[in-house]
């Protein structure tokens, strides 16, 4: 395996940059920690595991650091962590297969988020793009920041570099999560108005007020953004989908959402389009139709939210078998989803 740097932007992050660093240690790898105008002891902290720590003056843009950072590094490729996220696996089998193709390989990394408040948590997995060698490849977008090659016409490919990172950084307490959500949502309005047809800018716009349940203003930049050329087979083009009919069920529109069937194929691969889809039907009252999802969803090994395919479905053909009277039959569903708390409550009330 060739030698690797770990690159970090930072800015008052005392709370997590030594949870983050320690699971760090056993990579063995140069450690870059660019700070971006901390006041707490971020920096003083961060001193125990690395002496490459610079100071970089923030500018409203993420990749600015992002490249900074790789410009201090000694080596050539480059593992981005942020320092809320927290390393509990690495493959270096995985590594080497990507450094055998340094022009034409982007890695990925499994970043495993946690989501809400201590009593009420859920888990969310996504795949961003984290390694990279910077002789091709640098940031670029001032949020939300991409892996880009240097030269537009290479053709490049995703690999798994079998990294997993534990991700807090979306839990906490609601006022917590409304600040980072505002500071990224004034961030992506700022670029928006640069880019004001760009699908991304307009997907994470989306995704922001999504987070701040302002669901009307997040389904007007999710249908902005469907308005360009989408790839439904593509993850990003499932993600945009789920996000879309999110909104709809929530604002009672779920029959807008049937206009996903038109790419059913592609968006099925993921549970996740398949449980909304289940909550469509029921909130059309088709019980039938929604069963027949719930139960799909239990065999797609692929999902983004943690349950999409196992307690979930499970927990609501409980709840289409109990409105409808069927007490034993919605027992049976709520014991195979026992391990989520309101299906055990349920069925602690039907006992």
């Known amino acids: 395996m060739e030698p690797f740097s770990v690159c970090i932007i930072a800015k008052n992050e005392e709370k997590h940059i030594e949870k983050c660093l320690k699971a760090l240690h056993p990579l063995h790898a140069e450690i870059i920690l660019v700070d971006t105008g901390s006041t707490d002891r971020t920096k003083e902290l961060a001193l125990k595991y690395t002496e490459h720590i610079y100071d970089f003056t923030w500018v409203q843009d993420f990749s600015a650091a992002r490249n900074f950072s790789a410009e201090k590094a000694s080596n050539d490729w480059i593992l981005v962590i942020d320092c809320d996220e927290y ?77 997993i990172v534990s991700h807090d950084g979306y839990f906490g307490s609601p006022e917590e999560r409304y600040e980072k959500n505002m500071r990224n949502t004034n961030m992506l309005v700022d670029a928006l108005k640069k880019e004001p047809d760009n699908p991304y800018l307009l997907f994470q716009l989306g995704q922001s007020y999504y987070a701040m349940q302002d669901y009307k203003t997040a389904l007007s930049y999710y249908q902005k953004a469907l308005t360009q050329p989408i790839n439904y087979s593509s993850e990003s ?110 069925l602690d009330e039907l006992s």
């Open 237 to 346: 083009g499932v993600v945009l989908a789920i996000g879309t009919i999110n909104c709809l069920n929530e604002l009672h529109r779920s029959e807008e959402a049937l206009v996903f069937l038109d790419h059913y194929e592609e968006l099925s691969q993921y549970a996740d389009f398949v449980l909304l889809m289940g909550h469509v039907y029921t909130n059309m009252g088709n019980f039938l139709k929604a069963m027949t999802e719930y139960l799909k969803a239990t065999t797609i090994p692929k999902f983004h939210k943690a349950g999409s395919n196992s307690f979930l479905p499970f927990y609501h053909i409980g709840n289409i078998y109990r409105a409808l009277g069927d007490v034993n039959m919605a027992k049976m569903m709520y014991t195979k989803a026992i391990e989520y708390q309101p299906a055990k409550q349920a």
């Open 87 to 163: 390393v509990t696996n690495f493959d270096p089998n995985a590594i080497r297969a990507i450094q055998k193709n340094p022009s034409t390989v982007v890695g990925l990394i499994e970043q495993q988020s946690l989501l809400g408040e201590a009593d009420d948590q859920s888990m969310y997995i996504d795949s961003p793009a984290r390694f990279y060698n910077k002789k091709f490849y640098h940031f670029t977008g001032t949020i939300h920041e991409q892996i880009v090659p240097y030269d537009g016409n290479i053709s490049f490919s995703y690999m798994s570099t079998g990294v």
